[in-house]
């Protein structure tokens, strides 16, 4: 089985684990500053930190190369 069955080849811990914390944050941020939450707002912040989370775990940081 795959560990990530998603189009972005993150693994579905990092998913997971990236959008508990967004919506407690959001979550938090609506209920002690009265701010709005936006779902695409957070749909877009997740895909982003987890496609960055994955490439910083692939690449090699002495050499900035991709590891194969």
Do not use: Y
């Not at 919506?23 to 941020?29: A, G, L, S």
């Not at 895909?47 to 900035?64: K, N, R, Y």
Request: charged fraction near 25%; include cysteine.
């Amino acid at each position: 089985k795959s560990k990530s069955a998603n189009s972005w080849n993150v693994p579905w811990g990092t998913i997971f684990t990236l959008a508990l914390w967004k919506f407690w944050k959001d979550r938090n941020n609506m209920v002690f500053r009265q701010e709005d939450c936006n779902a695409q707002e957070a749909a877009r912040f997740i895909h982003l930190q987890a496609i960055e989370i994955q490439e910083a775990f692939l690449t090699d940081h002495f050499t900035g190369r991709k590891i194969p």
